[in-house]
C-alpha cells in the first residue's frame, strides 16, 4: 500500500477465518476489487461487521450489495495494475 501511495489501507491477502471479524470491526471500509468474483461471501462478511463494501459490479454481490451498504463499480482487468489500484 505504501509503494501504491496510499495511506491508511493494508493488503491482508488470505486471513484465517477468526481474525476476520476483528478486522472488518476495525476497518472503515472493505475494498475487494475481485475480478469476475462469483458469490462475495467477503462481501457478506464485511458487511455483517457494519462495514461498508466497494467491489466489482459483476456476479453475486450484484445481488445485495446496495447504496445503502456499499458501492459495486464496473470491472476493468486493469485493476490488476499499479495504476488501476490507484484509480479504483
Do not use: H
Not at 20 to 29: G, I, K, T, W, Y
Not at 49 to 64: H, M, V, W, Y
Amino acid at each position: 500500500a505504501k509503494s501504491l501511495g496510499l495511506e491508511r489501507t493494508m493488503f491482508l491477502g488470505a486471513q484465517e477465518q477468526n481474525v476476520l471479524a476483528d478486522v472488518f470491526s476495525m476497518s472503515e471500509v472493505g475494498m475487494f476489487p475481485s475480478y469476475m468474483e462469483p458469490f462475495g461471501m467477503v462481501f457478506i462478511e464485511s458487511m455483517a461487521c457494519g462495514t461498508p463494501t466497494i467491489g466489482a459490479n459483476s456476479g453475486g454481490p450484484t445481488d445485495f450489495v446496495t447504496g445503502a451498504c456499499g458501492a459495486l463499480i464496473e470491472e476493468e482487468e486493469t485493476w490488476r495494475s499499479e495504476e488501476g489500484a490507484k484509480r479504483l
